[in-house]
Every structure is written in structure tokens, then in C-alpha cells.
């Protein structure tokens, strides 16, 4: 099956700085790579996705990169706020089709954005 | 964006009693849901696939009696955990997917 490891656990950044997150996947034949947001006691909200016929996708402050070959993929932030702290995960899927999104998660990492 | 809602929130029971935790989509059809477990500062863990209509698919290590999946239409999945023991406190949490994987807002359970 697949398997997702991503580094740091922890990350601590001062506001404004940039904040990167690190993923690799096991499975070649994943091509869905969401990333989820999720505050304490909540439900993991999706921040942004890329699928695997791109390499990078940009919202905002937010970005992901994508590496088939390498078979790994990043989430950047830019200009990073104290709400943006949190645990982030990232994951791997392979999705057939609309309803079939079995996410296999990196084990989170949490972001303090200190003031 | 597509709405998956979960009940209950929050539950606390005895131990030996069961519990169960329902999982809807409201605004789309999901023949496929996802059930997770999560402990604390712990990431998500794929605990099973709930298929509507047949019989749900365990991950390794999860016992099919213990938790009980039923899915009777498009739009319910339920999650039972039978004889629950205080080891079974956890945040469970559920997702369906319409082109991209929603959540539900989880349910934390408690056995005392």
C-alpha cells in the first residue's frame, strides 16, 4: 500500500517568514496530493491539491509543489500570520473517479507562527 | 463546497456499550466513504472503506466486529463500535468525496 512520510513534526517560524513542508510518497501510481489544514479538535480543512499532471499550484500565500520522478511534493507558505498555525498534512491518493478518494496522511506537522 | 456532517460531536458512554456514529453526505452522492481514527497529536488512520451496498473494507489490525460499518444508501454511512473498552476513546472522523475528500466535523468519543 501506499505510504507518506513527511518532515518537520514541528516547524516554528516568526510572523512574516516562509514556512515549508516536505512529503514523499512510496506509490507511483498516486496522482492526487491534497493538503489539509486542521485546528485543534476539528475537522482537517483542505487548503489547497495538486494532481499529478502538474508540478506547481499557487493560491495566494499558499503553494505545492510536485515531484513525480522524485516522487515527492512540498507546501509553502509565504508571509506566514499567527492563524496560520496549526497541524498540516499532507496526503496521497490514488482517485479513479469522483468518489473514490482513499487518503493515505503524512504523520502532520504542526506550524507556530510566533508574533 | 460539498458538505459531509457527522453525529454526534461528542459522546460519552460505559464500558460494554455501543455506540454509533453516523456519517451523511448532504448535498452529494458518495458510494464510497472513509472511516479514520485519530489520537491525540496523532495523524489520521484510515481505519476502513464503507461501500454502499456491500460489505465495508478493514485496514490491517482493525477488527470488523468491533466496529461495525453500514452503509444502506448514497448518502449514510454508519460506524458502530460494539462492547466499547476506555482504549477505544479517540476523535473518529469520516470523509466522502466529490472530486475532492470532505470531512466531517468528527466525533470525539469517551468510554468511561
Known amino acids: 500500500g501506499e505510504n507518506v512520510e513527511q518532515h518537520p513534526s514541528t516547524l516554528s517560524v516568526q510572523e512574516g517568514d516562509s514556512a515549508v513542508i516536505k512529503c514523499t510518497y512510496s506509490d507511483s501510481a498516486s496522482n492526487y496530493f491534497p493538503w489539509y489544514k486542521q485546528e485543534l479538535g476539528k475537522r482537517p480543512q483542505l487548503i489547497i491539491d495538486?494532481?499529478?499532471?502538474?508540478g506547481e499550484k499557487k493560491d495566494q500565500r499558499i503553494a505545492v509543489t510536485l515531484n513525480k520522478t522524485a516522487k515527492h511534493f512540498s507546501l509553502h507558505i509565504t508571509e506566514t500570520q499567527p492563524e496560520d498555525s496549526a497541524v498540516y498534512f499532507c496526503a496521497a491518493s490514488y482517485g479513479s473517479g469522483g468518489s473514490n478518494y482513499k487518503l493515505t496522511f503524512g504523520k502532520g506537522t504542526l506550524l507556530t507562527v510566533n508574533p | 463546497g460539498a458538505v459531509v456532517s457527522q453525529h454526534p460531536s461528542r459522546v460519552i458512554c460505559k464500558s460494554g456499550t455501543s455506540v454509533k456514529i453516523e456519517c451523511r453526505s448532504l448535498d452529494f452522492q458518495a458510494t464510497t466513504m472513509f472511516w479514520y481514527r485519530q489520537f491525540p497529536k496523532q495523524s489520521l488512520m484510515l481505519m476502513a472503506t464503507s461501500n454502499e451496498g456491500s460489505k465495508a473494507t478493514y485496514e490491517q489490525g482493525v477488527e470488523k466486529d468491533k466496529f461495525l460499518i453500514n452503509h444502506a444508501s448514497l448518502t449514510l454511512s454508519t460506524l458502530t463500535v460494539t462492547s466499547a473498552h476506555p482504549e477505544d476513546s479517540s476523535f473518529y472522523i469520516c470523509?466522502?468525496?466529490?472530486?475532492?475528500?470532505?470531512f466531517g466535523q468528527g466525533t470525539r468519543l469517551t468510554v468511561v
Open positions: 495538486i494532481r499529478s499532471n502538474v
Open positions: 470523509s466522502a468525496s466529490d472530486g475532492e475528500a470532505f
